[in-house]
């Protein structure tokens, strides 16, 4: 029976990463289902898609130069001058179509000329890549120091706008499942990549350049492979995608900087890898990508439901799975290598299969049973360290994960206290920047408001914050399960060159109570949404 | 049919070099339509470098080529296969993470309203294969199939996207079944019936006889001859590839027998059941300090194996190995050393010398290993270590900081032994010492290790120059594919040897 | 002796491995020199040596110091891209041991009162120096035996720290940044004895990895590694144990970098520390001459390298272009730096410099 099991891995076998990227989802999904209430949602799938728009597209495009057994690390500095350069552009008011088509153009004379390099001077392309990061970042904050809004309509119309799933929404009320149409951007070139992949010459030598160590390149240069131009073609295409992901990204949060999108590029190659693509090339699947996007979105979504978890646990679990993947593959390769080597005349083809087989099941029941005791233990000490909470937890409202990204932002364009809560009766999620100018921004994922209050009451509040201890470890986080109709708040203040963010929830009584009384100022500041 | 209209390709007068190497002098070929022609040569005799100036690997030096009676330059691989000229060697050019059938036909996949044709292409390939009596899934990855199957796949490309013309086909069978073997072996009938020329490279001479029409012997980058298969019996064969040529070495026979006095009775090392699946059957073995041992065998019949086991590149898996009386348990690099066995590889470039550093940095390499990383010769011990070696081997550098890819061929190799020869060695290992050295550092060689010998060192002499290895052993071992057939000692002829190596036939 | 001296002239040619990272260093000050008035000016203010260019090297030790580890990483065919990671994780131990009230113990009250005090460290401060070098070197020796024994490519193998570094040094700190008050661990980074403190540990770093692979057979065998791994392990080398080696003490050298980092900036921030440093360490090694495909090395061209990118930055920076543009700016000398080594132009200035390399050997 095992034999016969065996067998009909071995058959497959090349499906065999996608299968266990896909399976390793659905674990994943039915585990976060299972624990939280505003998962089982579906809603929260469609979010997967909703707040992944820019990953996928980037992803899509790193996938096809990862194929050809390169990297392109410049993703992160592209969108980042798309962002920027667009919103430059656009507050000088140029048309967001052409716009559209002047970020395109570069995205893909940088990706051109990067290309050019790897192929033709032969240099690495982690190091020419990294070069185009840095030009790019470079010229964002040649383009402007600080941070540039976007109020174009067009922009807003398709951030805001939702589309609703028929059979998922009701019409009438508007409310119900939905996506969104930079969802369906990504998607579109989800579906335009597939068919490159496999149905076009340039898309097959792509896979035939890449992987074997090398040699495949060499190899695909004798059948006659117009290897260069391939090269560089790729490149160009990422470029390309970055471009477009820049775009969606600009489109989601509204604004350009030379320092967003950080670190993004560690994502999108954990998001390829993941995916079950082989970073030395030749093998992989679009579709694996596609998976490898929402499981990073997934991982990311079940942290802040969890909410125990900061979310710095998501890059430590990105990374914990980015390690089980490569070393599924660096194993795959090593028994495929004893395998072919011609000049050995091993009779290990079956034992090889069966090693195969172990080995998938061991390294997933490891992953398995590592991420399970996680998330147990810190579970565990969570509920030793906070005061309990007898509180049913069934909610009606799921709380959306902060908005940190956004938050950032504002920080770095020189907000002194930025205040997040969601929650509550109506499920609400506001977000409000305080400058030290007077100037107060709020944004409640549909609408922004602005007001002005005095220099002077933004001081006031930030002297009572300081004198509140707010800097000392009086001040902490606390992070239990918020009741029915309870708000969670998240803080940020910046005073006298100190930082310090603080989480809490109210509806308990573990939270320091000087907390309350500068959550009441800042409330007393802050504009009202009407419900 | 006049021998103009008959040829496919004449190559006359090849010569090409590289530095310190002649690889071609004055080399002459010629393949006729519908012939399969075998190309046999030891290591070093020029049969892959007078394919790749077939190619267009390399561009000859000298001399010309025609196809089809109409002279040409091959300026590269692809132009080559443009001509129609299409080699398949060993390690398949192809993409094993492909399938198949996007082997055969990737850059020429069949359209359908502007995407790639699956089934067209797939059903292509499926026919192309059956033109090798091959009937096979045509959709699996390559990589996961036999190495035959690779074969017939570079084989399918290579007849489906160019009037192929000439097949040139590299030690094909290294890696085949008998069964896959024969197989290849209708595919090649069948195809030359069609009017294509093959050349086919192997060191298994008995399948030489199975299929070629000619054979062609090249040695030392010289051509002996072509011959008609039929009329150039076994034994001559090999008297022509390795036979005893006028030399001037006939005084070295006194070294030798004056140096036989050295040898110790008891055994220095002893091997008894040593074998490695695959590689080498097992075989016993005994080696003796002072005495030089021979091990004769054409390419292929396991010596190489012998000198990897021996000295713990490879662990054996049958049998034990002693040394001094006690059996050796550790097999690798380091431990051989320690115990004062050396070994200097076959393979130059890739196992022996260090090219991007220097003489005196690759003569004490082996020495320094053993010491470990704390006990680091000083500069000064080192210098005089390089420069007696230098001395001695008469190594042609200006000075020990050359940087060992600039040496010439020869000189590389003297560095090599240099090397070994620097950690005092009790039992050393010369596989292919003097392949590719000149005539007067070849004799410098062959009568260092003679020496050596009587200064108590035991060695092992490996080499594809039958003349060499009778003039430096004691003792000769005979191999023959992977097997150890017999010993020879005391006045052994060249014509035993070849006996026993050619086989009962 | 006579030999000896001719072998000596010969190396200095060899060694024009520091030939062209100086050239380019000597332009860039020139450029300097000539642009920016009293680039070179120098004053003593209070025992200590102030100026522009005393700037450039102090700025400078982070990379410099990196660069060292990386060297020899790259030499053996690796590379190590978790580095800055590495420095997040060991900066955010130092800071926790200095000052632990931040994850929540609950000291007493004396001891919390305290804190803020510039003598006052929670740890011996010999600890907080140790603790954080065995941190960092235990992420050397991760990546290492991911390489050696995973036999996973040295990018891949190095990424996964990279990706998960930052979040585990966040969760040392519980993502908030430690302010470090001690005067003491701060001298690191800050002080001056003629010249600032952190410059005189870059050298001491640098000889002692000189120590270690000049005057042992380490660095032979790193070479011999990086450039032909197969003849080496004929050779009787442990290619495992030398690259293992390597990355523990290209973990090392980060956490020295930490520790010089995190004390002249008093704080700990693990997503601003060490961030791209990876890149910068990487590109001084390449600057330096040393092949991405491993063989020969040279620290010092590696010091060097560190001083020209910083020195463009801070040149960059007197010209007047915004701070975080420099980047811009390093991309393109990264440019010209691939252009100039590339196979095609090194091919071309061989043949007009023909006397420096040297010549075939026929026989």
Known sequence: MMTRFGLAISKNRKFLPLAATIFLFIIAYSFGAFSYAGMRDPQAFFTLFIITPFLLISAIGETFVVFTGGIDLSVSGVVALTATASAALLQAGVNPWIVFGLMLIMGMTLGAVMGTFIAYLKVHPWIATIAGMWFARGMCYIISDSEIRIYDPLYKLLAGTKILIPGLADVVTKKGAYITPLVVLSMTIFIIALFVAHFTKFGRTIYAIGGNGGANEQSARLMGLPVDRTKILVYTVNGLCSALAGIAYSIYVGSGHGSHATGFEMTVIAAVVIGGTMLTGGEGYMFGTLFGVLTTALIQMIIQFNGKLSSWWTSIAIGVLTLAFIGIQSLLVNINAKKISPTKLTDSDAAARKKKTALYGGIAAVVIIASSLIFYFVDKNAKNTAAANPTPTVTNCQLKPFRNDLAKQFIADGAVITYERNGGMDCIDELSALYPDGRIVSDNGTEKKEKTVTPDQINKVLTDINNMEWFTDNMYSTYHKPCDQCFHYNTTVVYQGKSKTVEAVDGGTDAPSEYWIMSGEITQLVPVFSK | ?505 | MKKFLSNFRFKKLVESKIFFPLIALAIILLFDLIVIPGFFKLEMKQGHLYGSFIDVLRNSVPIMILAIGMTLVIATGGIDISVGATMAIASSVACILINPTIIGLKLSQDISSLVGNSTYSFTPLWLVILVPLIVASLCGLWNGVLVTYGKIQPMVATLILMIAGRGIAQLITNAIKIIIFNDTYAYIGNGWIILPFSLYIAAFIFAIAWLITRKTSIGLFIEAVGANSRSSFFAGINAKRVKLFTYVFCGFCAGVAALVVSSSIRTSDANQIGLYMELDAILAVIFGGTSMDGGRFSLLASMIGALVIQATSTSTLALGVPASAIIAVKALVVVIVIILYSQQVQGFLRKIFGTNKQKEVKE
């Open chain 2, 1 to 505: 049919m006049s021998e103009s209209t008959k040829s496919i390709i004449v190559m006359k007068d090849i010569v090409k070099s590289f530095p310190g190497v002649h690889a071609l002098q004055g080399v002459d070929f010629s393949l006729n339509k519908g012939e399969i022609h075998a190309l046999v040569g030891e290591n070093g005799a020029g049969k892959s470098t007078l394919v790749k100036v077939l190619t267009g690997v390399e561009h000859p030096d000298s001399g010309t080529i025609s196809l089809d009676g109409v002279e040409v330059s091959i300026k590269s691989p692809l132009h080559a296969q443009s001509l129609g000229i299409n080699p398949v060697y060993q390690e398949v050019n192809l993409c094993p993470n492909l399938t198949i059938s996007e082997n055969i036909l990737i850059g020429r996949q069949p359209m359908k309203w502007g995407r790639i044709d699956w089934n067209t292409m797939n059903a292509q390939a499926k026919k192309a294969m059956l033109g090798l009596d091959i009937d096979i899934d045509v959709t699996k990855v390559l990589g996961s199939c036999s190495v035959a199957i690779q074969q017939m796949t570079a084989i399918a490309r290579a007849l489906v996207i160019s009037s192929a013309k000439v097949l040139i086909l590299d030690e094909p069978t290294s890696s085949l079944t008998q069964h896959e073997t024969a197989q290849l072996f209708g595919v090649m009938r069948k195809l030359k019936n069609e009017g294509m020329g093959i050349i086919f490279i192997t060191h298994f001479l008995d399948q030489v006889y199975d299929i070629s029409d000619q054979i062609t012997v090249l040695r030392n980058g010289k051509l002996v001859g072509t011959y008609k298969t039929a009329s150039l019996p076994k034994l001559e064969l090999i008297t022509k590839m390795i036979g005893r040529t006028i030399t001037e070495f006939d005084d070295m026979t006194k070294l030798k027998s004056d140096s036989g006095h050295m040898i110790k009775s008891e055994p220095l090392i002893e091997l008894e059941g040593i074998g490695h699946s695959g590689s080498i059957e097992p075989f016993d073995l005994q080696l003796h300090s002072g005495e030089v041992v021979g091990l004769a065998g054409l390419l292929g019949s396991g010596r190489t194996e012998i000198a990897e086991l021996l000295f713990g590149i490879t662990k054996p898996d049958s049998g034990t190995m002693t040394m001094d009386g006690k059996v050796v348990k550790n097999f690798t690099p380091i431990d051989s050393i320690e115990r004062a066995i050396a070994l200097c590889p076959e393979d130059r470039k890739k196992e022996g010398i260090v090219a991007d550093l220097t003489i005196r940095e690759n003569i004490i390499l082996a020495m320094q290993a053993s010491l470990g990383w704390f006990k680091y010769l000083r500069l000064q011990e080192q210098y005089t270590i390089a420069d007696k070696y230098i001395k001695l081997l008469n190594i042609s550098t200006p000075s020990p900081d050359q940087l060992v890819k600039n040496l010439s061929g020869g000189n590389q190799q003297k560095v090599i032994l240099a090397r070994w020869l620097a950690t005092n060695p009790r039992l050393l290992i010369l596989d292919e010492p003097t392949r590719g050295i000149d005539i007067g550092a070849k004799a410098e060689i062959q009568k260092l290790v003679l020496s050596l010998a009587e200064e108590g060192m035991s060695c092992v002499f490996i080499s594809s120059e039958l003349e060499e290895v009778l003039r430096t052993s004691h003792r000769i071992v005979i191999l023959r594919d992977h097997k150890k057939v017999t010993e020879l000692s005391g006045d052994v002829t060249e014509q035993q040897i070849m006996k026993s190596i050619a086989g009962s036939e």
